[in-house]
């Protein structure tokens, strides 16, 4: 079979890690916004400290030894010509650029918050808003933080475990936070919370001021349409979940009637065989859990499987969700089984084995150390 022409849409958490997988035997080329991976994932850490988070979720693709044979374009995808096979897009001075696709992979996420925007950006403004965010934190001697997810969740506990000075509250509307785990997890993850001291107000449902798209931290009063007084704090985090997916750039024909790709069980879209999504913008299940699933090892596999031929395997979602939540914190790194269970790493063995060994080497094949004076580690020495 001749090298085939793989367009990865977005090179986010999971199209980085499946480039990486389709190097070995395609001529890759990823499109993104972004000039590196600047990963979606622990909103809390990133928040409360930056340096230790950029060092392992802020990588520039140069630094990825499987991407070295991949073709990286920073650009806004902008179109799609299906017949023939084309992606369309714009750089940053606006120039328009054309890439001919034997397979699209579509992984351009979702926006979510003013962490998660699908805009063109240098190092140094990826860089700046990083810090813009951790200073207006750090700066406030109470902040609210509005949802019940795991985004949520992680930024209450990390920002109390950061500055334990601060008074920090969490806000939800249901009975208890992260609805979509087993229950054991929010037990045990609420006593953390409580040994350090955030504040857990359940059945709140805050009132969305008009045209907000909970894309900044905001400082006035936040109001509740579930009967409560107001509640104020010198800076309101908005993680509500309001995600949304980035697929202005596609046909709304290849849409489910939230906008995002629909997929069928082997992540190829419908009637499109030579298209195929995978993370949070594939409509794979209520939870869109591709990403954290191994979704890249399986479109990788069904892309191959395509053009040879061979069957296509299916995507099996967990019925709950799993993960770290919290992210890895001073005494080691807790991860939570569907099952509600965990196991934890402590953090010497997240250090030396977790980060550099599981995930540097067994996820990414290989990731460069730190050229320390690159645009990408300013923030890390600021
Ligand atoms: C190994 C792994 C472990 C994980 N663990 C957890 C966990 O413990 N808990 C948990 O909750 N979640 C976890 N996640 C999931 C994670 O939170 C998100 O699901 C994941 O970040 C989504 O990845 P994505 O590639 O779909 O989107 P993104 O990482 O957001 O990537 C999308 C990319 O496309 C770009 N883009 C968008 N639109 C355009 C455009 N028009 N033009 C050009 N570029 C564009 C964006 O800028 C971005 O770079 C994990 C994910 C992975 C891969």
Redesign the pocket.
């Known amino acids: 079979m001749s090298r085939k022409r793989v367009v990865i849409?977005?090179?986010?958490?999971?199209?980085v890690?499946a480039a990486i997988r389709l190097a070995r035997w395609a001529d890759v080329v990823g499109?993104?916004?972004?000039p590196g991976?600047?990963?979606?994932?622990e909103l809390g850490i990133r928040l409360a400290r930056p340096q230790e988070w950029a060092r392992d979720y802020w990588i520039p693709f140069d630094r990825f030894r499987r991407l070295d044979g991949v073709r990286t374009i920073q650009?806004?995808?902008?179109g799609v010509d299906l017949d023939r096979r084309r992606v369309f897009?714009e750089g940053d001075d606006g120039s328009p650029l054309t890439e001919e696709f034997d397979a699209l992979v579509i992984?351009?996420?979702?926006s979510n918050g003013f962490w998660?925007?699908?805009?063109l950006q240098s190092a140094d403004e990826v860089g700046a808003e990083l810090r813009a965010a951790h200073d207006r934190l750090a700066a406030a001697g109470s902040v609210i933080i509005v949802g019940g997810g795991?985004a949520a969740v992680s930024s209450a506990l990390n920002l109390a475990t950061t500055w334990p000075e601060k008074k920090v509250d969490l806000y939800f509307p249901a009975e208890r936070a992260l609805v979509g785990y087993h229950p054991r997890i929010w037990n045990r993850i609420r006593a953390r919370l409580a040994d350090r001291g955030v504040g857990i107000h359940p059945g709140h449902r805050a009132v969305m001021p008009d045209g907000f798209l909970c894309d900044e931290v905001t400082s006035e009063p936040v109001h509740w349409s579930s009967g409560q007084p107001p509640s104020c704090a010198a800076a309101v985090l908005w993680a509500i979940g309001r995600v949304r997916p980035?697929t202005?750039?596609l046909p709304p024909e290849l849409l489910d009637e939230r906008g995002f790709v629909r997929v069928t069980s082997n992540l190829r879209v419908p009637g499109h065989p030579s298209l195929f999504a995978?993370?949070?913008?594939a409509a794979t299940d209520p939870q869109r859990s591709s990403?954290?699933n191994r979704g890249?090892a399986l479109v990788a596999r069904n892309v191959r499987a395509g053009f040879s031929g061979r069957r296509l395997r299916p995507y099996k979602a967990p019925a709950r969700?799993?993960?770290?939540?919290v992210g890895a914190q001073p005494d080691g790194l807790e991860v939570f089984l569907p099952s509600g269970h965990s196991f934890r790493f402590p953090r010497w063995a997240v250090d030396k084995v977790v980060m550099p060994g599981i995930v540097r080497w067994g996820?990414y094949h290989g990731v460069r150390e730190n050229d320390p004076f690159g645009p990408f580690d300013r923030v890390l020495r600021s």
């Open positions: 849409a977005g090179l986010g958490d999971a199209g890690l499109i993104s916004a972004k991976l600047v990963s979606g994932q650009a806004r995808l902008t897009c992984s351009t996420g979702v998660r925007r699908p805009t795991a980035n202005d750039w995978v993370g949070d913008v990403a954290r890249d969700r799993w993960g770290s939540l996820m």
